[in-house]
């Protein structure tokens, strides 16, 4: 099992490398299409939309919401950007808070609204396209932004990768003290806070390197995106749970599926890109 994590975490490395360093613009964003549909079909299966018209329904859906927002982000006018970019990334800070209280509510009103097909589809509109298009306002506009053409994605990358690599590994040996054990009973918060620590440390040592300019800002974004990251791994599990499944799929082996990778970075990313957009 190990062996198969390292070995597709390897391939995944160089596939995220030829993505941002050597690949086209159209390559890029072929790519993202790519990573919507197959998370689109997963989540499908955690939110146990078994049927083919609603895994059809999502698939399609998000693809043509995607297509949609990439094409005004390209095409918008300077003048009305940046109103339309704090716009986009302010919606999924709406989303999480909802989601934020769902994870509360969680033991009471679940019977509720678990079985409702259309929140779930909407679920996974707001889990999959806003990390989808905050990624493309990064690639686009922010590829200057440090020493070399899209290291804040790189950064962002690492540290994500950073704080779920260590709480994993510190909390499956040295975890103790659940954090929601109904939902995600291998989550432990002394493996949370080691990890947060650890990329938070990373996460300046970085800065350092990478960037010479807006260090206080991406600091300060980087600190407050990674402290929420945990969010978007328990909105998984807890579809996960209900679902009764481990894996979103086995697409990635040793790893499970797309949205297994991505949980994390579906809320952090979003998050630090508002913040970005709205103080740079």
Known sequence: MLIKRIFTAIIIIFVINLLLFKSSKCTFILSLFVICTISSWEWSKISNLNSVFYKISLLVINNVILSILIFLIINTKILYRKILLLFLTFIPIIWWLIAIYLLIIYNKLIKIWCHLKIIKLLFGILIIIPLLYSIIIIYLYYYNTGLFQNALLLYLVIIISCIDSVSFIYGSYLGYKKIMPTISPNKT????????????????????????????????????????????????????????????????????????????????????????????
Do not use: Q, Y
């Not at 894996?247 to 991505?262: E, W």
């Open 189 to 280: 918060w002394e493996g949370f806070i080691v990890g947060l620590l650890s990329s938070i440390i990373l996460s300046f040592i970085l800065i350092n390197i990478m960037f010479n300019h807006n260090k206080l800002l991406l600091a300060i974004s980087s600190i407050i995106s990674l402290s929420l990251s945990i969010i978007g791994d328990l909105i998984e599990s807890m579809f996960k749970r209900l679902a009764n499944l481990k894996d979103s799929s086995n697409i990635l082996p040793g790893h499970g599926g797309i949205l297994d990778r991505i949980d994390s970075f579906s809320i952090s990313i979003p998050i630090f890109t508002f913040l970005l957009i709205l103080f740079s």
